[in-house]
T-cell receptor, first 114, second 114 residues
Framework: KQEVTQIPAALSVPEGENLVLNCSFTDSAIYNLQWFRQDPGKGLTSLLLIQSSQREQTSGRLNASLDKSSGRSTLYIAASQPGDSATYLC?????????????FGKGTKLSVKP | EAGVVQSPRYKIIEKKQPVAFWCNPI?????LYWYLQNLGQGPELLIR????????DSQLPKDRFSAERLKGVDSTLKIQPAELGDSAVYLC????????????FGEGSWLTVV
């Protein structure tokens, strides 16, 4: 059974700092991995999607990497801003079984202080 | 383009009462998902539809939960009777195709059972 773990559970940094959020998964037979952002009281917004054949994806100040063999992904946020404060969720989609079933971690709650 | 629309956004009911949530996916999206998100947790899939067919409902508690997607567009998720442990956020999401496309989430229906 696929399990997704995110570390740390919460993170507080000063504005301008570069930071890394970690995600690990137990079954490397994944179809893709996505990073989502969730603001309080809101739904999820997809930030980056990495196909299993890819190593990384970039969007603006965000860079996500994927090491499928070791079951790890990182989300790098450069020059953090207070507007980046949110919960960041990692999710994997498995091959076979319940394809289309995203397995989520519990998220990392990020607070960027001005 | 309108996103995934859910209603009601907030609902407070007494235990043993019924409740229903409605979802309108993005136009043209064939795949529709209902996810359950408990406080401090990542979302978990309840049911996935391909057009009007429920192709994965293995995690839907069928004794009290039911869902339908008539005509392959809007969907309704019902709980009858509600229990205290059902207090959570019910997220609807849709994607253009299956598998592994970007999934777009609605803002969720927040249920409190008292």
């Amino acid at each position: 059974k696929q399990e997704v773990t995110q570390i740390p559970a919460a993170l507080s940094v000063p504005e301008g700092e570069n930071l890394v959020l970690n995600c690990s998964f137990t079954d490397s037979a994944i179809y893709n991995l996505q990073w989502f952002r969730q603001d309080p009281g809101k739904g999820l917004t997809s930030l980056l999607l990495i196909q299993s054949s890819q190593r990384e994806q970039t969007s603006g100040r965000l860079n996500a990497s994927l090491d499928k063999s070791s079951g790890r992904s990182t989300l790098y946020i450069a020059a953090s801003q207070p507007g980046d404060s949110a919960t960041y969720l990692c999710a994997v989609e498995n091959y076979g079984g319940s394809q289309g079933n995203l397995i989520f971690g519990k998220g990392t709650k990020l607070s960027v202080k001005p | 383009e309108a996103g995934v629309v859910q209603s009601p956004r907030y609902k407070i009911i007494e235990k043993k009462q019924p409740v229903a949530f409605w979802c309108n996916p993005i136009s043209g999206h064939n795949t529709l998902y209902w996810y359950l998100q408990n406080l401090g947790q990542g979302p978990e899939l309840l049911i996935r539809y391909e057009n009007e067919e429920a192709v994965d409902d293995s995690q839907l508690p069928k004794d009290r939960f039911s869902a339908e997607r008539l005509k392959g567009v809007d969907s309704t998720l019902k709980i009858q009777p509600a229990e205290l442990g059902d207090s959570a956020v019910y997220l609807c999401a849709s994607s253009l195709e299956y598998p592994a496309d970007t999934i777009y989430f609605g803002e969720g229906s927040w249920l409190t059972v008292v």
